[in-house]
């Protein structure tokens, strides 16, 4: 079993910073590939926010460059996304995933979270 646990979201002001969390915990054999955040407003599909690989590489939408900032420590497994100067449109459920193995006969496979909500509002 493999659990993705999000924390960090809630409620700001426009041009407000919100810091989110994601740390898988379980039956994970070795480092998790990509892991990355995605976010679903509502009426609208789920979308990729930002990803990154284990060795660094990112990935951004868009609309998010230059204000949100994606980072993960291999050692706990945990990817974090640091949100600056956050919008009434950066409003929506924001989903951990997370690319991984969970032994050595398993081959990889996405895992989701259970989501965070993100409200941007004065």
């Known amino acids: 079993q493999v659990q993705l646990v999000e924390s960090g979201g809630g409620l700001v002001q426009p041009g407000g910073s919100l810091r989110l969390s994601c740390a898988a915990s379980g039956s994970i054999f070795i480092i998790p590939d990509t892991m990355g955040w995605y976010r679903q407003a509502p009426g609208k599909e789920r979308e990729l926010v930002a990803s990154?690989?284990?060795?660094?590489?990112?990935n951004y939408a868009d609309s998010v460059k230059g204000r949100f900032t994606i980072s993960r420590d291999n050692a706990k497994n945990t990817v974090y996304l640091q949100m600056n100067s956050l919008k009434p449109e950066d409003t929506a459920v924001y989903y951990c995933?997370?690319?991984?193995?969970?032994?050595?006969?398993?081959?990889?496979?996405?895992?989701w979270g259970q989501g965070t909500q993100v409200t941007v509002s004065s």
């Open positions: 995933k997370a690319n991984l193995r969970t032994g050595p006969m398993q081959w990889w496979k996405d895992y």
């Open positions: 990154i690989t284990s060795g660094g590489s990112t």
